[in-house]
């Protein structure tokens, strides 16, 4: 039915709509390497995050974090791990 048309404005929605879609799997990707950086690293991570994002509230960060540490130390599930990724996702965005 196509094949007489145009397409080229079609191609370009699609594209963009991955485009899109690509953008969004690249920052929760990061969003997860946060959170997994902060849980192995500790204070350093949450220092060099806060340095290259200096609105944070670096106090509940920490607290976060060292929920999700000792979540983890413990081996429960990852309650606390999930809403560091949360307040990493609010306050990245």
């Known amino acids: 039915l196509l ?3 145009d397409t080229g404005p079609a191609a370009l929605f699609l594209d963009d709509r991955q485009s ?3 953008a969004i799997n690249q ?3 990061a ?3 946060w959170r997994d950086r902060l849980l192995a690293e500790g204070d350093a991570a949450v220092t060099e995050l806060f340095d290259a994002h200096p609105g944070l509230d670096v106090q509940q960060l ?3 974090v060292r929920a999700a540490r000792a979540e983890r ?3 429960k599930p990852p309650a606390a ?3 560091l990724f949360r307040f990493l ?3 990245l965005a």
């Open 3 to 5: 094949a007489g048309e």
């Open 20 to 22: 899109a879609q690509l």
């Open 27 to 29: 920052h929760f990707h």
């Open 31 to 33: 969003l997860e390497r």
């Open 62 to 64: 920490r607290q976060l």
């Open 73 to 75: 130390d413990a081996g």
């Open 81 to 83: 791990a999930r809403k």
């Open 89 to 91: 996702r609010g306050q």
